[in-house]
């Protein structure tokens, strides 16, 4: 059975990236819950863009705002937007967490934050998956964190197929939906990488990943795509 990882948490039902979404997707029994981690000023938020303007009633860069700032904004639901250690809490080892790293700075920061929530047994080492499009970043955190976890994120498929994941020691490659085929899938394979398909909503995708023999999808509607799943 191929694995269902929640897109920003449950995102087509609830806001996108909240602690909501998280809840809704844990319900669900997902395999594993997607999250997007930025820099704030002294904080990881979990929050896509580098701008507050679309997701919340704030304005501005969220790399130029405070943890304090962040907690009074709203975000349409009217919850806020969450710490990075608000939704380890929250998933604990109740799935796999997989952060992607977008504008995230203090590195040293996030290992550390990361090396005390193991430590403290709130989250487990084998359910912590950390991903992003920058390749030096995974080159880094994998030296400093030998025992995680590496998703290699790309849009399309590299001219050195998947063996540019395996550069980075990588588990799985995350790959957008539109650019998978059977031949890349194969590729990976053979060299010991899992594919994981983003972003696979609609049942005549999730049936076309079957296909393709994908190792996972990442969908906005994980109950919806875990029941397509199951049905095949
Ligand atoms: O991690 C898969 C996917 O989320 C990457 O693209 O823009 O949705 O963060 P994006
Ligand atoms: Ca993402």
Request: charged content about 20%; aromatic content about 8%.
């Amino acid at each position: 059975m191929i694995q269902v990882f929640a897109h920003r948490g449950a995102s087509g039902n609830y806001p996108e990236n909240s602690l909501s979404a998280i809840q809704a997707a844990l319900e669900v029994g997902v395999d594993g819950i997607e999250l997007d981690v930025q820099s704030c000023l002294d904080d990881y938020a979990i929050i896509h863009d580098t701008w507050l303007d679309r997701t919340t009633n704030g304005r501005g860069k969220v790399n130029e705002t405070s943890r304090a700032q962040l907690s009074h904004l709203r975000l349409s639901n009217n919850e806020s937007v969450p710490t990075l250690q608000q939704v380890l809490d929250t998933i604990g080892q109740q799935a796999t967490i997989n952060l992607e790293l977008k504008h995230t700075f203090s590195l040293d920061k996030f290992v550390a934050t990361i090396e005390d929530n193991v430590q403290r047994g709130v989250i487990a080492r084998h359910q912590l998956l950390l991903s992003s499009f920058d390749h030096h970043q995974l080159l880094w955190l994998k030296q400093k964190l030998p025992w995680v976890r590496i998703g290699a994120l790309t849009a399309s498929i590299p001219l050195t197929f998947a063996q540019f994941a395996q550069q980075l020691h990588a588990e799985s490659i995350h790959m957008d939906k539109n650019f998978i085929n059977h031949e890349f899938v194969q590729d990976a394979k053979q060299r010991g990488l899992k594919v994981l398909a983003y972003t696979v909503d609609k049942a005549k995708d999730i049936e076309l990943m079957l296909d393709y023999g994908v190792d996972g999808i990442f969908s906005n509607y994980p109950c919806y795509a875990k029941m397509v799943v199951q049905q095949q």
